[in-house]
């Protein structure tokens, strides 16, 4: 199985800010890597695919980078309605596998 | 565009059987471009992919879960069943059903989720 890890688990921020959060997995998965957010009560919505293309209706503040083992997901200029908790899911192999989560506080 | 609507018991005794069925509409259900996923979040914890069935009934399951889980597919109703044997309280979560795309690699649109709670 592919692990998926995610730094940092939970981090801080303030409206306006940049925040970075990392995902990292066990093997190599290409461009294979996707990105949710999930607000409390709700099911994930999908935000990024194939590491990089935004879904349609997203926001440009959003971005993905990555390939290989290593990628990134980056919300510049932090809107009140992007605290959430966001996870990262490989689509290389089954199992599918997502990451732990990182959940984005208002500072 | 698709849209999913599940159904199903939100309270399982212990060692008894949960079934949950995802009804679709919007789209075709009888495509090879999704499989028809399940995947599962515990309280307060992240996100566990169940098992995938393709419109023919074919099968992909976790590891962890494969020898209680089952699931079907009925094209008739654009349905899609599943079946976990002998639950105990760690099967207790927020089942969610959702189409994967089998192109893209993306689980989108998600339904709307059911409590399942385990207790007797």
């Known amino acids: 199985d592919i692990q998926m890890t995610q730094s940092p688990s939970a981090v801080s921020a303030s409206v306006g800010d940049r925040v970075t959060i990392t995902c990292r997995a066990s093997q190599g998965i290409k461009s294979l890597l996707v990105w949710y957010q999930q607000k409390p009560g709700e099911a994930p919505k999908l935000l990024i695919y194939?590491?990089?293309s935004l879904q349609s209706g997203v926001p440009s503040r959003f971005s993905g980078s990555g390939s290989g083992t290593d990628f990134t997901l980056t919300i510049t200029s932090l809107q009140p309605e992007d605290f959430a908790t966001y996870y990262c899911?490989?689509?290389?192999?089954?199992?599918?596998?997502f990451g732990q989560g990182t959940r984005l506080e208002i500072k | 565009q698709l849209q999913l609507q599940m159904s199903g018991p939100g309270l399982v005794k212990p060692s008894e059987t949960l079934s949950l069925t995802c009804t679709v509409s919007g789209g075709s259900f009888s495509s090879n471009s999704y499989l028809w996923a399940w995947i599962r979040q515990p309280p307060g914890k992240g996100l566990e992919w169940v098992g995938s069935?393709?419109?023919?009934?074919?099968?992909n399951s976790s590891p962890s879960l494969k020898s209680r889980v089952a699931m079907s597919v009925d094209t008739s109703k654009n349905q899609f069943s599943l079946r976990l044997t002998s639950v105990t309280a760690a099967d207790t979560a927020v089942y969610y059903c959702?189409?994967?795309?089998?192109?893209?690699?993306?689980?989108?649109?998600w339904g709307q989720g059911t409590l399942v709670t385990v207790s007797s």
């Open positions: 899911q490989q689509a290389d192999s089954f199992p599918l596998t």
């Open positions: 069935v393709s419109y023919s009934g074919n099968t």
């Open positions: 959702a189409p994967y795309s089998t192109s893209i690699g993306w689980f989108d649109p």
């Open positions: 194939g590491a990089s």
